[in-house]
Structure formats: structure tokens, C-alpha cells
């Protein structure tokens, strides 16, 4: 255990270096340029190229990004071109409510990807079957930002069932919760779905049923339990897909979590703001991971970690 989690943590520190550097390359390659977005359109080129020297743009990219592995490591993730604010400062004052948001999407999904992928396992090869998983298809397809709005104006707008936006009560969080939870639930039901399928053809199960155990018994008690399974890893990677959504979620709910925050820094060309946040998320992703392979063994005894 101590040497699988020692590999996990050094093939994390390499993927987070691959993350910061092809972020801040492809950062430094867009036509956009921070220095003209803070002059302004009627400033001098004399003008423009002194606060790319304050800001160090006119530094070649491997100084840049030298520079920016330096001072991370001293837990320095920059300042904001913009709101002329430490990135750290932006981030700590979006967390909270960023996992809040992720707290309630994820529990959504999770609640109702199992209950559709066990209703479509119970009633397999049937018409609620095949609607269920073209329901689940339909959900993991759809865009987040025609979906998001399309929400919006129907239960906030049309029928007033949610308030149009805002931060602080459970009714705020209530609607882009549930968006992304019933956009992300199609992963859940299917894996769901699969799994029980398999689990249901097992031995235990037909001698379950042997004993004389009622149905419900059977279901939440063998079968439930091993066919989710498969689902805890599908969380670890879920965030990194769910991170993606609350950008779009956040910007359209008006909703102040990291999400906006790395909307409002794309807008702008800022930086610093849009690299601390993709680190942030990249970290996040990476624990989540790693948890996820952790408790696999916990759920399932039979499943051992690889120690070699």
C-alpha cells in the first residue's frame, strides 16, 4: 500500500507539471495579448510594450514558465492582470461556493443515475429500457450551455419555480444542481445498468433467492452493493468532466464559484487567474483519483492493489 500510494503521488507530481506547461503553452501561443487588453485601444505601441516589461511578457516562454514553476512552489500562483488581486486571494473566495455546487451536482447524478440504471437492469430488453438509456444518452450529450439555458428559462422564467440566480440559500443551488446532475446522470445509469446485469447472473444471487430472501432484500442487500462497485473510479474522473460543466453552469446561473471566475479570466486574457484555476481543478482531479482507487479495495475486499 505505502509504495502504491508513493507511485500514485510521483505519476501525479508529472502529470501536473504536463498540465501547467501545456496550459502555459498554449497560453502563450494565443494572438491575444494581456499587455494591449490593460492599455486600451488608444494607447501607444511605447505604452503597451512597458507593461509587457512590468508584467514579463517580453520574457522568452521558457523564462516565463520557469519563472511561474518557481514561485508556485513557493505556493505563489501569481497576480491577477485585471483585479490587480493575488490569484490565491480570487480562488480561496471561490471554493466555497464551487464545492457547494459540486457537492449537489454530484449527489444528483449519483441519485438519479442509479435509480434509472436500476429500474433499466430490472426491466431489461423492455421499452422502459431502451427509453432509460436513450434518456441517458440524450442527458451526456446534450450541450451544458443550451441546457443550462433552456432551465433557466423554463423553471426560473416560465413557471418561477427557482429564482433566476443568486448565492446564499439552498433555492439558489437547487437548479444548476440539478443541470448538471441530470446531465451527468447518464454516465451513472448505464455503468449501473451494466454491472447489475452482470451481478444478477451470479451464483449468490440465484442461491439468495433460494433461501427464500424477498425480493428488495436481494436487491439492496447482494446486489446493489457489488454492482456499484464500478462506480466509485467513475467519480474520480467524473470531476475533471463535472469541473468542465461549472464553468459553463456558473457563468449562466450567475452562480460566484470557480467556474465564473475562469470564465471572466478567459474573457480578459488573464493569465495568471486562468492558469491558477486549471491548476486548482488539475489538483482536484488528481485527489479525486486517487481516493477513488483507494476505496475500490476498501468496497471490494477481492480487489487488491497492484504493489509492484
Not at 71 to 94: A, C, F, H, K, P
Not at 283 to 289: D, E, F, H, Q, R
Amino acid at each position: 500500500m505505502p509504495m502504491y500510494i508513493l507511485r500514485r503521488l510521483g505519476y501525479a507530481i508529472l502529470i501536473l507539471l504536463g498540465v501547467s506547461f501545456i496550459t502555459y503553452l498554449l497560453l502563450y501561443m494565443i494572438p491575444a495579448d494581456p499587455a494591449r487588453q490593460l492599455a486600451g485601444r488608444s494607447a501607444t505601441a511605447e505604452t503597451v510594450a512597458n507593461i509587457r516589461a512590468q508584467l514579463g511578457l517580453d520574457l522568452p516562454f521558457y523564462q516565463q514558465y520557469f519563472n511561474y514553476l518557481t514561485n508556485l512552489l513557493q505556493g505563489d500562483l501569481g497576480r491577477s492582470y485585471i483585479q490587480r488581486t493575488e490569484v490565491s486571494t480570487l480562488i480561496m473566495s471561490r471554493i466555497r461556493p464551487t464545492m457547494e455546487l459540486m457537492a449537489w451536482g454530484i449527489s444528483f447524478e449519483l441519485i438519479i443515475g442509479v435509480s434509472l440504471g436500476m429500474l433499466a437492469a430490472l426491466k431489461r430488453n423492455t421499452a422502459i429500457d431502451r427509453f432509460l438509456m436513450a434518456l441517458s444518452f440524450v442527458g451526456v450529450s446534450s450541450p451544458h450551455f443550451i441546457a443550462s439555458m433552456l432551465f433557466l428559462y423554463l423553471f426560473a422564467v416560465n413557471l418561477d419555480w427557482f429564482p433566476l440566480g443568486g448565492y446564499g440559500e439552498f433555492q439558489h443551488v437547487l437548479l444548476p444542481a440539478l443541470t448538471l446532475g441530470l446531465l451527468g446522470s447518464g454516465w451513472y445509469s448505464r455503468m449501473v445498468r451494466s454491472s447489475m446485469i452482470e451481478v444478477l447472473q451470479q451464483d449468490y444471487i440465484r442461491t439468495a433467492r433460494a433461501k427464500g430472501l424477498t425480493r428488495a432484500r436481494v436487491l439492496f442487500r447482494h446486489v446493489l452493493p457489488n454492482a456499484i462497485i464500478p462506480v466509485i473510479p467513475m467519480i474520480g474522473i467524473d470531476i475533471g468532466i463535472f469541473i468542465g460543466g461549472l464553468v459553463v453552469v456558473e457563468s449562466v446561473f450567475g452562480w460566484p464559484g470557480l467556474g465564473q471566475l475562469a470564465w471572466q479570466a478567459i474573457q480578459r486574457v488573464d493569465i495568471p487567474v486562468i492558469v491558477g484555476v486549471t491548476m486548482v481543478s488539475a489538483v482536484a482531479i488528481v485527489i479525486a483519483n486517487l481516493i477513488a482507487d483507494l476505496l475500490v479495495p476498501l468496497a471490494d475486499p477481492r480487489i487488491a492493489l497492484d504493489k509492484s
